[in-house]
């Protein structure tokens, strides 16, 4: 993504619009019951747990982002994740112990800390509100942008919310 397929100026106002949804991760995420791979689905027993993994193809799993959950109430050994770990590390592109909604949100967060906000320094910034971001994608958002912009806002380019404008200093 770059920076200037996100740079929006309505009506010559000195505003900059960033909509969050911009920075959705593509990236596919699927869930992975790791109870599937226990014996009776509830007990983890070393050798029937191995030979499950060992029919799992990994290639199923090429270049998606994995959520590893367990829908059985039962108590997993830590040498399973390292197991688990070792299975998907060279397909996955992503993958953690984490419900699917939490990898979209860490990957999304993933997106906003690599973009480069340069653009926007000392700029009037607007951030689109939409009821379907998450609040910790724009507690990110504003912790990227509020040691940069002269000016942050949040809502309708027509009448955004202030939440704080830099002072400046004549010399």
Known sequence: MDSEDLIRDPANKGLLS?????????????????????????????????????????????????????????????????????????????????????????????NLQRFDFETYRNKKVVIKANPNIPPSIYIEAGRLLSPIVQSLMMGDIGLPKVIFKRKTHST
């Open 18 to 110: 960033i909509d969050l949804l911009d920075f959705f991760p593509s990236l596919k995420v699927i869930e992975l019951d790791v109870s599937s791979l226990f014996y009776l689905g509830l007990i983890v027993k070393e050798k029937e747990f191995k030979e499950a993994l060992a029919k799992l193809d990994p290639t199923s799993l090429k270049q998606q982002a994995v959520a590893l959950v367990c829908s059985a109430d039962t108590i997993i050994p830590t040498w399973v994740y390292m197991m688990l770990s070792e299975k998907l590390h060279t397909n996955a592109a992503y993958f953690d112990w984490k419900g699917k909604s939490d990898i979209e949100l860490d990957l999304w967060k993933q």
